[in-house]
């Protein structure tokens, strides 16, 4: 058996034209939507990804605000330009691009944020939201990676209806927020989140219809640690800098030989990557949408 692909790419391309659509809808209502960006350092990663959230906002019709702040900046410098997009009428969602540089609080950058302002849903009321309003989707902002997951699949005309899912993964970006959202009601998937610390990772791996893979260690995925027929989504991001040449690569957390084993893989890049900016873009308009009522 050889997968089928979950495309990204194109599924992204769908939710952007679906977006200048509403937001097209919201500019005659007099509205504008406005994301904005805050970026730490010169981390090339970082760097390539928030300049795809800003080609992304001119695509479809959405400001876009952003402010780069030195590898030295100081807390009390960031929380300045926070307080700042905080009160800027013109900036109706913004996200500060993780990971930030150590001697920074991301903890303390996260609250700051205002909740009604946070397009990456990942403010502590709207995590604690997404934990307690379990049937009510877009009641806040909710985080990017998983809903752009759980979009991608369904997407392909799967369901998630009683799926056996396991995460590989406890970062706050995916792995701890994609439990609560996909046993929703909604869903009704049933989630086993692992990480690089489970006893016998492959025996809960060879038990699950669908994987997804969010722990950062390139290959964790092998092929016989998958049941024939399941579907992996590969959203770990691993740059392998190539010491002869200098330059770098983009390696996931499933190995290429899954292809053969799995009904459906999502390629990297261009499977979760993309998904996660179009639906920062969601949440953007979602949140317009809310604010007018
Ligand atoms: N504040 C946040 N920071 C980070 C998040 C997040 O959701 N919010 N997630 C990741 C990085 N990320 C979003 O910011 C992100 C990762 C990957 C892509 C993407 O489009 N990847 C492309 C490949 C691009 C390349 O060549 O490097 C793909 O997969 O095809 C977009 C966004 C950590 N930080």
Known sequence: MVAR???????AAAIKEELRERVTALAARGVTPGLGTVLVGDDPGSQWYVAGKHRDCAEVGIASIRRDLPADATQAQLDA???????????????????????????????????????????PTNLGRLLLNVNDPIASSLPCTPRGVIELVERHGISWQGKNVVVVGRGITV??????????????????????????????????????????????IAADAVQPGAIVLDVGVSRIVDAATGTSRIAGD????????????????????????????KNVVDSAERALG
Do not use: F
Not at 5 to 11: E, M, P
Not at 101 to 119: F, G, N, Q, S, Y
């Open 5 to 11: 692909v979950l495309d990204g790419t194109a599924t």
């Open 81 to 123: 330009v926070i307080a700042e997009l905080n009160g800027d009428p013109a900036c109706t969602g913004y996200i500060v691009q993780l990971p930030l540089p150590k001697h920074l609080d991301t903890d303390r950058v996260l609250e700051l944020i205002d909740p009604a302002k946070d397009a990456d849903g990942l403010h």
């Open 175 to 220: 792995g701890r927020a994609i439990g609560p959202l996909l046993t929703r009601r909604e869903y009704n998937a049933t989630v086993t989140l692992t990480h690089t610390g489970t006893v016998n990772l492959r025996e809960h791996l060879l038990r699950a219809d669908v994987i997804v893979a969010a722990a950062g260690v390139p290959g964790i």
């Open 254 to 281: 499933v190995a290429p030989e899954v292809a053969e084993a799995a009904a459906w893989v999502s390629p990297n890049p261009g499977g979760v990557g993309p998904m996660t900016r179009a639906l920062l873009l």
